[in-house]
């Protein structure tokens, strides 16, 4: 074979080999893409039944109902932090949405459910026995509880004036940022809270984030289609002989 051949061979054997590795990487990025294809549909449509399936005709998206009871004067939660990092003109003034909470009292008695700044509700419950609700599971329902121990009776919750959002048995409130606590009680402010509660959520831009999310999975539907494509497209294998 003469030198020029010989040369045209062998830089024809390496684009092949060349073109045998970048073609395998090309079918490893596309098993990639295709993952995360299927994950982007999965969590849109997730999210798109979600929001139809579990809506009821309020609009709110919403818990089963559990069981809080307490000795106690109060039943509350751990400071519920609500961040404020993303910019206003970006998501609008109902970015956090709006929650719904609603509780059957057990005898019939008067509840009070309020939410206010958690550094209020520590100053109103100081020295007074109540709960802290640690952990709750739904499935199936459960709830575990910090006592902290006090002998003040703390006095009717109505009374007070750092409420958010506040109601008897039912409170809606439009989420603001901040660090919240949720509290129940008695109406009149005595021991023994027991109530069924329930929780929902209207969440804004649920359906967008859906909408989104398969929009994404579209395009990385159409990269892995391409990537397959290169990785398996024929290569030419005829060299040049004399």
């Known amino acids: 074979m003469p030198p020029f051949c010989a040369c045209v061979a062998a830089a024809t054997v390496k684009a092949m080999k060349r073109r045998d590795r970048t073609g395998a990487a090309a079918l490893v990025a596309a098993s990639v893409t295709g993952l995360v294809a299927f994950a982007l549909f999965l969590a849109g449509g997730l999210l798109l039944w979600a929001d139809h399936h579990y809506k009821d005709p309020d609009g709110f998206l919403t818990t089963p109902s559990g069981r809080l009871e307490s000795s106690s004067y109060a039943i509350t939660t751990r400071n519920l932090e609500v961040g404020a990092d993303a910019p206003g003109f970006l998501l609008g003034d109902d970015r956090y949405g709006t929650i719904r909470i609603e509780t059957i009292a057990k005898g019939g008695k008067r509840l009070f459910v309020g939410i206010a700044r958690t550094q209020d509700v520590e100053r109103y419950l100081r020295g007074a026995a109540h709960s802290v609700v640690s952990d709750l599971d739904y ?72 909408w989104v999310a398969l929009g994404g999975g579209l395009l990385f539907v159409v990269a892995t289609a391409s990537l397959t494509i290169y990785g398996t497209r024929p290569v030419a294998r005829k060299l040049a002989v004399a």
């Open 139 to 210: 499935a199936p329902f459960s709830a575990t509880y910090a006592q902290l121990d006090g002998a003040r009776p703390p006095g009717p919750p109505g009374e007070q004036r750092f409420w958010a959002a506040r109601g008897e048995h039912s409170l809606t409130w439009d989420v603001q940022s901040g660090d919240w606590s949720v509290v129940l009680m008695n109406a009149d402010g005595s021991r023994n809270v027991a109530a069924a509660v329930s929780a929902g959520a209207k969440v804004p831009y649920i359906t967008t984030l859906a």
